[in-house]
């Protein structure tokens, strides 16, 4: 696809269920973000994977976050025990590189809300 | 105190109007200073960056940082509600999306 694709862009879960959220980024592009953005709050950096590079994880706020991607393809967010803080709008970008100058796109996001 | 801090608005302007948005920040270190348009629903896209200090122009869009008073600007002229939206700034250490430090966004309405 032309852009950066996030599935689903919504879903509902219970406080304690475990959430996987998917991002295809656009082909070619070898970095891959993931970001939280939550209600009156900035994006928050979560993860970083640059080609076959092991991933920058300095923003999983807890153990209860992972992320993989294999290769340059899709990435997918593994929430575990979701708590309602965890509700949220989770963005996916990539790029061809590291670097603005390379362009940065951002999906649309799939809105995670914990009951 | 947060690194990077934005007036949430909302900010309601006649089409037609100049419109400055701002943020400061606290970190003397950033290099890069963005601005993003985010649509309701979608994901933010990249409309400005500049490096250091100075101002940039793209169109109708001025980009200005000073370092000195740790303050960056976002001039739209000539506005449109096409440019209702949400605008975020954005500043780093280095250009790589690690290390990006995002405002909360204004809330921008241009109404016709």
């Known amino acids: 696809g032309a852009g950066v694709s996030q599935s689903p862009s919504n879903k509902v879960t219970e406080k304690g269920k475990d959430v996987e959220l998917r991002c295809d980024p656009i082909?070619?592009?070898?970095?891959l973000y993931w970001y939280r953005q939550r209600l009156g709050q900035g994006l928050e950096f979560l993860i970083y994977f640059q080609g076959n590079s092991a991933p920058d994880k300095s923003g999983l706020p807890s153990d209860r976050f992972s992320a993989e991607r294999t290769g340059e393809s899709v990435s997918t967010l593994t929430i575990q025990r979701t708590q309602q803080e965890d509700s949220a709008v989770y963005l996916c970008a990539s790029s061809f590189s590291q670097g603005l100058g390379y362009g940065y796109t951002f999906g649309s996001g799939t809105r995670l809300t914990v009951v | 105190q947060k690194e990077v801090e934005q007036d949430p608005g909302p900010l309601s302007v006649p089409e037609g109007a100049i419109v400055s948005l701002n943020c400061t920040y606290s970190n003397s270190a950033f290099q890069y200073f963005m601005w993003y348009r985010q649509y309701s629903r979608k994901g933010p896209e990249l409309l400005m960056y500049t490096y250091s200090s100075g101002n940039k122009e793209d169109g109708r869009f001025t980009a200005q940082v000073d370092k000195s008073s740790k303050y960056i600007s976002l001039f739209i002229r000539d506005s449109q509600p096409s440019d209702s939206a949400t605008y975020l700034c954005?500043?780093?250490?280095?250009?790589?999306?690690?290390?990006?430090?995002f405002g909360t966004g204004t809330s921008l309405t241009v109404i016709p």
């Open positions: 954005a500043m780093s250490l280095s250009n790589t999306g690690n290390q990006f430090y």
């Open positions: 082909s070619g592009h070898t970095a």
